[in-house]
């Protein structure tokens, strides 16, 4: 079977599966071995990904791929600064697949690709860097976990606060008693996104593989205003597919809690009335045993924003009420403000006194780094691909509550299901164009 005629045969979901486990595995990367990547998605995040690891002395990125050619020039020359051999420059990142020798797949596609793409790589033997939120849909992330331990790959999720030595600060602080015990924790993702424009649809520009960048979702009618995050189609939403950094470093300083019992949650397009069927408001409570989480975003509040770039990486604190990025830790004995990515923390006593605080630092190169160790080691990474479901899943239900009018969801952990409505149950897995579908069997 000639190389393209198997990527016409990937087009199947049983072909995908036969043909790639049918592949000879290439080996670990040894200590010494320079580790060849390709990089899957050439948005801005993508981009940024094959620039930093195109510095790094150990890797090489090989391939650059992007179904839209007229973003291949920018990030040719970030690569090319960076290292001294050129890329490959593919609009199809089965052609990274069929190379044996490619080690590591970045997966920086939109949420639609996440699934999809990084099963497909661990069937080829890649290893894979996928940027958040892990899945479009629960069912998907779950087929990732169960791919990624069929074939032994290493997949690391883009939640690269895991990585931050600050993070790890406040988890032994909260640990050590120092909050009381802790009953509720609230998690903030609000601020200001732009409108989508009013547009016609219109003919698909040239040197753009539509088709291709539609792959399992539907092909709507190609329309240069309409932006992916706001459509269920092709996105969990911009809400989940940001706050996920939030909601997995309360994970993580709760000792990764894992599955909610029930989620109880409302949502609107309250006042971004531009075409997308994503909300702009959700407000969500996560019930566990003797613990309470609260996810509150809004996507029309000016005055609540990130955390600049000038706070992030020193030894300056966030404006904590007006912080869209923050955690806040809730004990019988005191309370915690927590910001993603650098920003920092700060511990008040039961009198509301502050009494300690820790400056923090963004962690990119660490996660960088851990993905790099784990793939000579073979452990698994910080973000784990089963960490990025379970961070990104509780999302995936609240949004399910939204799509069946805000009803309260019970949720059955072992089948991940729900117990107290067929309907929502119809939303755990996506509708797949055909030619595009993932097995049931990874």
Not at 221 to 249: K, M, T
């Amino acid at each position: 079977m000639t190389a393209l005629n198997r990527r016409d045969f990937m087009r199947t979901s049983v072909g995908a599966a036969a043909a790639f486990a049918a592949l000879p595995q290439k080996p670990s990367p040894g200590a010494n071995d320079t580790i060849r990547i390709g990089v899957m998605g050439l948005g801005g995040r993508g981009t940024y990904l094959a620039e930093r690891f195109a510095e790094r002395s150990d890797t090489e990125i090989a391939y650059l791929c992007d179904p839209n050619t007229r973003r291949f020039a920018r990030a040719r020359e970030a690569v090319e600064e960076a290292q001294d051999a050129s890329p490959k420059m593919v609009q199809d990142f089965r052609r990274i697949l069929d190379d044996k020798n490619v080690d590591v797949l970045i997966n920086a596609t939109p949420d639609h690709w996440h699934g999809m793409g990084t099963i497909m790589a661990c069937q080829a033997g890649k290893d894979v860097f996928v940027e958040k939120p892990l899945s479009h849909n629960i069912w998907e992330g779950r087929k990732m976990v169960e791919a990624a331990r069929k074939y032994k790959r290493v997949v690391q999720v883009g939640m690269q606060s895991r990585s931050a030595p600050y993070v790890q600060k406040a988890k032994d602080y909260i640990q050590s008693g120092k909050l009381g015990e802790v009953h509720l924790v609230r998690i903030c993702n609000m601020m200001k996104h732009p409108k989508q424009g009013d547009t016609p649809d219109g003919p698909v520009p040239k040197g753009f593989d539509y088709d291709l960048w539609c792959g399992p979702a539907a092909k709507l009618p190609y329309n240069p205003s309409r932006r992916w995050l706001n459509q269920w189609e092709y996105s969990c939403g911009p809400i989940a597919g940001d706050a996920v950094h939030q909601f997995d470093l309360a994970r993580f300083l709760t000792d990764d809690i894992p599955y909610p019992k029930a989620v109880s949650q409302t949502g609107a397009i309250n006042a971004l009335r531009d075409g997308r069927d994503t909300p702009d408001t959700q407000m969500a409570i996560l019930e566990y045993d003797g613990l309470t989480m609260m996810m509150e975003s809004t996507l029309w509040t000016p005055y609540i924003k990130k955390i600049p770039a000038s706070i992030r990486d020193s030894d300056q604190f966030p404006n904590w009420p007006f912080c869209s990025t923050k955690v806040e830790v809730l004990g019988t004995e005191g309370f915690m403000y927590f910001g993603r990515h650098g920003g920092g923390w700060q511990a008040y006593n039961a009198g509301g006194e502050l009494v300690h605080s820790e400056y923090g630092r963004q962690a990119d190169r660490e996660h960088q780094d851990n993905f790099i160790d784990c793939l000579r080691t073979r452990k698994k990474p910080n973000a784990d691909v089963e960490i990025g479901h379970l961070s990104v899943l509780p999302y995936h239900v609240a949004n399910i509550s939204y799509r069946v009018g805000n009803q309260r969801l019970e949720l059955d952990a072992a089948t991940e299901s729900f117990s107290n409505c067929d309907q929502a149950n119809k939303h755990i897995k996506r509708e797949y164009r055909q030619g595009w579908s993932i097995p049931e069997n990874v």
